[in-house]
């Protein structure tokens, strides 16, 4: 069992920038890839970025490459979403999950997931 616990989400302004947080407890934290998805009211689940066990690999979504950095502590049990250049259809419900899946692959699942935390962004 693990639990996440998503935090850092918050109303910004286009343009502006917020670092979300997803801590992790429960079973060893490094034994798992970890993603954020996102989902807006209305839509379906959309993957954002993911980093591999030792946060060697990550992979980004198109919409946000470039603009958003997935990164992981291990020592923490913490792995960290920095997001710059926001646009309101970045507003969205942040989820961060476990997956036992590698990187690169595309359709994704996961094992674990938070509650989330609301991030929205007005124009």
């Known amino acids: 069992q693990v639990q996440l616990v998503e935090s850092g989400g918050g109303l910004v302004q286009a343009g502006g920038s917020l670092r979300l947080s997803c801590a992790a407890s429960?079973?060893?934290?490094?034994?798992?890839?970890i993603d954020w998805f996102r989902q807006a009211p209305g839509k379906e689940r959309e993957f954002v970025a993911a980093?591999?066990?030792?946060?060697?690999?990550?992979r980004y979504a198109d919409s946000v490459k470039g603009r958003f950095t997935i990164s992981r502590d291990n020592a923490k049990n913490t792995v960290y979403l920095q997001l710059t250049s926001l646009k309101p259809e970045d507003t969205a419900v942040y989820h961060c999950?476990?997956?036992?899946?590698?990187?690169?692959?595309?359709?994704?699942?996961?094992?674990?997931w938070g509650q989330g935390t609301q991030v929205t962004v007005s124009s």
């Open positions: 999950a476990t997956t036992s899946l590698p990187v690169a692959t595309e359709r994704r699942t996961y094992s674990y």
């Open positions: 429960g079973r060893t934290f490094s034994n798992y890839a």
């Open positions: 980093i591999s066990r030792l946060g060697v690999m990550t």
